[in-house]
């Protein structure tokens, strides 16, 4: 008698060809690569953190951009960043996906700040070069990017207070057009607990800046840092690894302040970013810890 067993093979030919074709096209073909996963939203002043497979190579406007190996990357947007940006994401088989963002464009207040000490507004010459080395060093900072996602963390208000300036705003001192406001100010009681707003490694400790006096910087990744001013006290050292909410300073009214404040910044490679919008998009589970 012919085998009533199972024969897991008869009339598989077909459908062993069909498979064997599926591969082929599947290895042969342009790969129809996934765009990269996006959270957060581009627009002027913002942050978008995004996920692509591993091993990719990301640009934006043709500008490489920091990936870690697992594919992970952050975009961010300048205050007067062009309508237009475009991402490209390049597979490790080489395919490349394009996407065009629209940057949402914002209005930007205007800030008036009188009565501010005269060499403070306009700094004596005398001051120039040390001024210089301060944003030098800054600079050098935001060039320097670690590799470590540890923005995944999640984000925090580095300190609890009234909102007394906020990022982007065009700032008219004593009665003289300056830079836009880099940051969030942040204004509570000398000596109020700064907090560490996500995890990171401590990037930079100044005893004292011209404009932002004991000044701290924490970089959390892939270019993301953030910069913590006119601190009253510093509890960190450089190179330090801090959690998120964990103490580092305490607020005072070093450098450029009119009163006890917090300055808070963040960056993404040389681009100041609006740093209320990092709790918003990735928020910490715990206020501090
Ligand atoms: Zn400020």
Do not use: C
Request: glycine residues 14%; without cysteine; proline residues 8%.
């Amino acid at each position: 008698m012919g085998s009533k067993g199972p024969r897991p093979f008869a009339g598989a030919g077909g459908a062993r060809g069909f498979f064997l074709l599926f591969f082929f096209l599947l290895f042969s073909l342009p790969a129809l690569a996934a765009p990269p996963a996006l959270r957060g939203e581009a627009e002027q002043g913002g942050v978008v953190f995004g996920q692509a497979a591993a091993g990719s190579k990301v640009f934006l406007d043709g500008d490489a951009v920091p990936v870690d190996g697992a594919g992970r990357f952050v975009l961010g947007f300048a205050r007067d960043a062009a309508p237009r940006a475009l991402l490209r994401v390049v597979g490790t088989s080489g395919t490349a996906t394009e996407t065009e963002l629209t940057v949402r464009p914002r209005d930007w207040p205007v800030q008036r700040i009188d009565g501010l000490p005269r060499d403070k507004v306009t700094p004596p010459p005398a001051l120039l070069a040390r001024i210089k080395e301060d944003n030098r060093a800054i600079a050098a900072t935001r060039a320097r990017v670690g590799g470590r996602a540890d923005y995944r963390s999640g984000f925090v208000l580095p300190v609890e207070g009234i909102v007394s300036g906020v990022f982007g705003s065009q700032r008219i001192l004593n009665g003289e057009a300056k830079a836009p406001h880099s940051g969030l100010d942040i204004a509570a009681a000398a000596g109020t607990p700064v907090h560490a707003a996500a995890d990171g490694a401590v990037s930079l400790v100044h005893p004292d800046m011209f404009y932002t006096g004991q000044t701290v910087m924490i970089d959390h990744g892939l270019g993301l840092q953030t910069v913590y001013a006119h601190l009253g006290r510093i509890d960190v050292k450089p190179g330090q690894r801090v959690r998120r909410g964990q103490t580092i300073g305490a607020v005072g009214a070093t450098g450029r302040a009119t009163g006890p404040h917090l300055h808070w910044g963040a960056s993404w490679l040389d681009r100041r970013l609006d740093p209320a919008r990092l709790p918003e998009i990735l928020p910490g589970a715990v206020q501090s810890r």
